[in-house]
């Protein structure tokens, strides 16, 4: 019912307006029509002898000439009394007093000024009292014409800027929500970076706290690697993506730490396709992945356990998995703080344009996919592990 309402409203509000353009062109006709029979006499007195081209100049350039040193007057009013639903009737108020004040102020003007040049029309009155009283009123309405016209006019230019100011308005506003975004996106992929630190330095002091117990070149091995996996972490600290390369390269040396711990309980196979070294990926994204799978498939055991890091271009995806032998997906599995982390800036990072997948191999294992777009950077892929 209420659609109904709405739709008829529409409808009479669309009647109403064509109804207000056809009596607006006929009371501009009936001017006329009145125009052309009261003042009839004029027109046989001016065209008797039908004037030169020059005369015709003479007599309809200053006309106009009036009108458009007039015109700014009524940008102005236009801009002041706008023509809107909300304030319509005393806008038009006000424009139609102005469309009868200035058609009178130029009437008079173009009188003086067509007489002084002594325009054929123009020759028969020898006074001003005579020239008003003969032509003041004649083709007033073609003034009223011309007030609509300019008034018109600067309507639809002021619509156009208004309209322009709001676009431009909308298009800062979306800039500085897509700026405030950023930062604010920019601002969590740090903290959750940086939270990785001390989770990892953690695990990796109380690793040297037990060695240092029972083998204490095993312990100080341990803290040179540990060394130097923080001064490259530090050196690419500001960036949120480093290439493929430097992510292997970082993680080289955490593998190194962790062999000095396991001995020969680890090993680690790493096979990548020479084009995806190139590759961008978020700083930091394979330490804590491969560190769940030492604490799930190598810690726990006294056998030797194994993971596998592989990675291929996929078209327009880059893919990266990560592959161990231990126990998988059971109850007893947790998601802890790097696989979370993790899992949050890639979605920080990528929205829905990426995969992180935890899965059981079906040989047993736990396997970890990761897609994200294949983004190449001109750095030079080079990789020590």
Sequence with gaps: MSKIKIRLRQTLKTQFVWMMVFAAWMIIGLSFTFNYYLFSDHY????????TFSEMMLWELPYWIIWAGLAPIILHLTRRFRLERDN???????????????????????LILGWMLHVAAFRRVSTVSELYGFLFFFNLPTGFMSYGTILLVSQVVDFYHSSQ???????QLKAEL???RLQATEAQLHALRVQLHPHFLFNTLNSISALLE????????????????LRMTLDSSAAQQVTLAQELESLGCYLDIERVRFQDRLSVTIDIEPQALASKVPNLLLQPIVENAIRHAIAPRF?????EIRAHGSGDMLSIQIKDNGPGLGESFREGIGLANTRARLERLYGDAHRFELKNAEEGGLVVDVEIPFVTSDAPATVHV
């Design 44 to 51: 046989v007195e001016i065209f008797k002898k039908p004037p």
């Design 88 to 110: 319509w009737p005393v806008s038009l108020m006000v424009h139609l007093s102005a469309c009868v004040f200035l058609s009178i102020i130029h009437r008079a003007i173009y």
């Design 303 to 307: 056998t030797p356990g194994s993971i």
């Design 214 to 229: 029972e083998d204490v070149e095993a312990a100080d091995e341990m803290i040179a690697r540990l060394g130097d996996f």
């Design 178 to 180: 897509a700026e405030a």
């Design 165 to 171: 100011e709001k676009e431009l308005k909308a298009s």
